[in-house]
């Protein structure tokens, strides 16, 4: 039998080169380039270029 485990965590702190901040102190997605892990696979993949505007796409689609 697979067994299977979670892990619940609290992130206390976060690191980041101030040369990807924006203006604002948050990060520039133009700048940093994160990395995901797909279990199925094990491979890590780039996350791409923005694919829309949260939430006002959102609504755009549950409304039509």
Request: net charge negative.
């Amino acid at each position: 039998m697979k067994k299977e485990w979670r892990m619940i965590a609290e992130i206390v702190n976060i690191s980041v080169e101030e040369d990807i901040l924006d203006e604002k102190g948050k990060i520039n997605l133009d700048k940093f380039s994160p990395l995901v892990f797909d279990r199925g696979s094990r491979n890590y993949h780039k996350i791409g270029e923005k694919a829309g505007d949260a939430f006002e796409d959102g609504l755009y689609l549950k409304n039509k």
